[in-house]
C-alpha cells in the first residue's frame, strides 16, 4: 500500500487531504500519479507539481516500494 498526501493548491483540487492506493511491483511516481487522477476524477498532469518519497524530493520516475509515503504539492516560492 502506497500512502499518498497532497498539500496546498493540490489538495484543493483532490478534494482531501490524503488517500491510500494500492502498490504494484515497478510502480513510478508517475504510475502513482496517473491512479490517484483516476480515483479522484481530477487531471493533476499539466500541473505544476512536485513530488516527494518518504520526505525526499524525486523525479516522477522513481520507483517505489510498499509502504512508501508519497506527496503531491505545487512548487514553493517565499520572500
Do not use: Y
Not at 513530488?51 to 516500494?65: I, M, S, W, Y
Amino acid at each position: 500500500m502506497l500512502h499518498v498526501k497532497f498539500f496546498a493548491s493540490i489538495r484543493e483540487r483532490v478534494g482531501r487531504a490524503q488517500m491510500d492506493l494500492p502498490w504494484a511491483e515497478g510502480m513510478s511516481v508517475a504510475a502513482a500519479l496517473q491512479a490517484v487522477e483516476a480515483s479522484s476524477g481530477v487531471a493533476l498532469r499539466g500541473q505544476h507539481l512536485l513530488a516527494a518519497r518518504n520526505h525526499e524530493h524525486v523525479t516522477f520516475d522513481e520507483p517505489l516500494a510498499d509502504g512508501d509515503e508519497l506527496a503531491f504539492f505545487p512548487p514553493v516560492t517565499g520572500g
